[in-house]
């Protein structure tokens, strides 16, 4: 797609699965983080709508992220949209397969009401 194209492309090294679960803190500080098995080199962006899918994107978490608003507003509407659309499918088939029902219905939701998005955009 040309979309991702359309602006300038700043990779990283990405946990891509940062949740309180995966993080070590000491003092309210972050010293460490766990489970690398998901780990690639990308857009941060793409790390950042992950997080945001799960739910833990938060007002603290924004406010010790350096330059986080500038990162957000460098990617189109639509490319974050389908970051989150991937992690919105990578939770629909995972609570699917764990007989999560109301988990995998509620991502299931969330999947459909992206893909609307993106469809619109497009």
Request: proline share 3%; charged share 25%; aromatic share 10%.
């Amino acid at each position: 797609m040309k979309v991702f194209q359309s602006y300038p492309a700043e990779n990283k090294l990405l946990h891509m699965d940062i949740r309180p679960e995966n993080i070590l803190f000491k003092n309210r500080q972050i010293v460490g983080l766990f489970d690398w098995t998901n780990a690639l080199v990308g857009d941060p962006v793409l790390e950042l709508m992950r997080i945001n899918e799960y739910g833990c994107l938060s007002d603290e978490f924004i406010d010790h992220y350096d330059g986080f608003e500038k990162e957000i507003n460098r990617v189109p509407d639509l490319v974050r949209w389908l970051y989150q659309l991937d992690t919105s499918l990578m939770l629909t088939l995972l609570f699917e397969e764990l007989g999560e029902k109301s988990q995998g219905s509620r991502a299931l939701k969330r999947f459909a009401h992206l893909h609307g998005k993106i469809m619109k955009a497009l």
